[in-house]
């Protein structure tokens, strides 16, 4: 297995890391500049929360059939279409804002721009195992994890600061060059063939991932973590608002210390999978969160509350990255984008139910029960893989 520095050698490695952090950062551009720009036309919480609901329905509806086209099309022309359709899209908002500053047009444009990026994320995932070698996929995707954690910190801060200078239409105009730079990077980047398979159908994806004893377990563990975590951050930020009544600053410093635990994890995870495995190194870092949930729901500190998300955020990144490299690594080259879809839908259906269930049930009977419970829900979880293949995958 090759050192990081090796990576840095590869240039097709390095043109996708850098192409993918300006496609993060202006991800991250993207969520604070549209929800201002809309708030700033309507005055409404409301159509903000109309837009975001039209922009999520509009990412699970493309994972139907996202994997399908990566998988039957040119993976990197799929890459560099897909940025320069964003280009455009993003592209047009300001222009239409400066002639008539009206809403309506956010409601096709950001959908579609949605679209793009869920079809980019898919092919993004097949692309890795064409440029490194199997046995540097776990590391190349925590160097990629780590570069994204720190571009996703510093996106939304850059954001505000142009919202608040120019306006958030300029913010998404700057977003959208972006995107061309990346489509420019793409170009360059040269992946080993394979063959492209035209049949099978969508279902294929999910056939190949159910019918392996390793992933479909995987899956269906990994639907339980979406379940009980996708309310966490909601919560916390209730506790540290509403019970400790802190400032909206010291908000942000917690979460953000979740970023530092993301970047320590994404750094050590091709390390502690080498020594130990998947399955042990999966199973630890499950438990590992969970223990640091129930804390946090036993904890009344500010500091300590934001230490435990950091180290909920290590080892969850560490679990993620795990899971990720394996699809990686035992899918069929034809195949790994309709299985990439396929997990990604199957995997997130449960997390606005969590979401909501989480928020409803502590509204009523506290914060902490509920967090309790999200915890000892994460280490069954882990008990649950013990009785599972994922403890015997020898991977």
């Known amino acids: 297995m090759a050192f990081a520095g090796d990576l840095y050698k590869n240039k097709n490695f390095v043109l996708l890391l850098g192409v993918q952090t300006l496609s993060v950062l202006g991800d991250a551009f993207s969520t604070v500049a549209v929800p201002l720009l809309a708030l700033h036309a309507t005055g409404s919480v409301a159509q903000m929360g109309v837009l975001t609901a039209l922009t999520g329905v509009a990412s699970v509806v493309t994972g139907t059939f996202a994997g399908g086209i990566v998988d039957r099309f040119d993976r990197r022309r799929v890459l560099v279409v897909c940025d320069v359709g964003r280009f455009l899209l993003y592209g047009l908002i300001p222009v239409l804002w400066w002639v008539t500053p009206v809403i309506w047009p956010l409601y096709v444009i950001v959908p579609l721009a949605a679209v793009l990026g869920m079809v980019f994320n898919v092919a993004y995932v097949t692309v890795l195992p064409s440029i ?25 801060a850059l954001a505000g600061v142009v919202s608040g200078a120019y306006g958030p239409a300029a913010a998404i105009g700057l977003d959208s060059v972006t995107f061309l730079v990346s489509a420019f990077g793409l170009r360059f980047i040269r992946l080993r063939p394979y063959t492209r398979e035209k049949s099978g159908g969508r279902l294929a994806g999910a056939r190949f991932l159910l019918g392996n004893p390793v992933l479909r377990t ?37 979460l953000g210390g979740g970023a530092i635990g993301t970047i320590v994890g994404s750094m050590a995870v091709a390390r502690v999978r080498g020594r130990l495995g998947f399955g042990p190194t999966w199973l630890l870092s499950t438990t590992l969160a969970g223990l640091a949930v129930v804390a946090i729901a036993l904890s009344g500190g500010v500091a300590a509350i934001g230490a435990l998300m950091a180290l909920f955020s290590l080892a969850i990144t560490v679990g993620a990255i795990c899971s990720m490299s394996l699809r990686q690594e035992i899918t069929p080259a034809h195949l790994l984008g309709r299985v990439t879809a ?24 506290g914060v902490a029960p509920v967090v309790a419970v999200m915890g000892a829900g994460l280490v069954l979880t882990a008990v649950g893989g013990l009785f599972s293949p994922v403890r015997r995958s020898g991977l």
């Not at 490194?132 to 939304?156: C, E």
């Not at 951050?233 to 540290?240: A, I, N, P, Q």
């Open 218 to 254: 995987m899956t269906i563990l990994l639907t339980a973590l979406i379940f009980l975590t996708a309310g966490l951050d909601d919560l916390v930020v209730f506790h540290l608002k509403q019970n400790l009544e802190q400032p909206d600053a010291v908000v942000g410093y917690v």
């Open 342 to 365: 396929a997990f990604w839908t199957i995997h997130y259906a449960l997390g606005p139910l969590g979401a909501t269930l989480a928020t409803w049930t502590a509204a009523g009977r």
């Open 132 to 156: 490194v070698d199997p046995g540097d996929i776990t590391r190349a995707n925590g160097i990629l994890y780590g570069i994204f954690a720190v571009a996703g910190v510093a996106g939304p």
